[in-house]
């Protein structure tokens, strides 16, 4: 499709996996941006790309949280050793460009939920 | 801290009627705002932007802007049951981050057949 792609759209996973996440961006967009929605929260920030390089990783909330870009496309978001507070859904944006004059489209996003 | 603050609602309105959403936020600097809508379970929904002072028209949209008063508003006129969903305000800041959408908390609108 035309919108940006993201899976597994639904996962359960234990307390104390780890679980991956794949993010497949808008075709010709160079930047790529991990956002996180809880219950009850906002959207939060978590990571950003310029092409496979993430000059911001400043949103990630540990360092069980990682993240990488390959090809300037794909994405993948990893969570070690889950905890039950991870649970939220985790939603991939990208935008043709980097630059704050640059709408971001957001993919369906992945539902986690750690029990 | 550099917040967006929105009201929560929900805002009801009756069908065909012009709903308005505000939205408030702390960095004067900021350049760029965003209106996204996001159905519930679903991802948001970019519906329109706005970088400078004044109205920009969409449809029945209309996002109006004033950095004097860092207030931003989107007005939905001949508002349909299909509108009815969160509204997320959200803003790029000013300086080190200035590609981070910062998000209020969403403001929940219902149109009432």
């Known amino acids: 499709g035309a919108g940006v792609s993201q899976s597994p759209s639904n996962k359960v996973t234990e307390k104390g996996k780890d679980v991956e996440l794949r993010c497949d961006p808008i075709s010709g967009h160079t930047a790529l941006y991990w956002y996180r929605q809880s219950l009850g929260q906002g959207l939060e920030f978590l990571i950003y790309f310029q092409g496979n390089s993430a000059p911001d990783k400043s949103g990630l909330p540990s360092d069980r949280f990682s993240a990488e870009r390959t090809g300037g496309s794909v994405s993948t978001l990893t969570i070690q050793r889950t905890q039950q507070e991870d649970s939220a859904v985790y939603l991939c944006?990208?935008?043709?460009?980097?630059?704050?004059?640059?709408?971001?489209?957001f993919g369906d996003g992945t539902r986690l939920s750690i029990l | 801290q550099k917040e967006v603050e929105q009201n929560s609602g929900p805002l009801s309105v009756p069908e065909g009627a012009i709903a308005s959403l505000n939205c408030t936020y702390s960095d004067r600097g900021s350049q760029s705002f965003f209106w996204y809508r996001q159905y519930s379970g679903k991802s948001p929904e970019l519906i329109m932007f706005?970088?400078?002072?004044g109205d920009k028209e969409d449809g029945r949209f209309t996002a109006q802007l004033n950095k004097a008063s860092q207030y931003v508003s989107l007005l939905i006129r001949d508002s349909q049951p299909s509108d009815s969903a969160t509204y997320l305000c959200a803003v790029i800041p000013s300086g080190a981050g200035s590609y981070q959408l910062t998000f209020g908390k969403g403001t929940k609108l219902s149109v009432i057949p």
């Open positions: 706005i970088y400078s002072n």
């Open positions: 944006a990208s935008s043709l460009f980097e630059g704050n004059n640059q709408p971001q489209h």
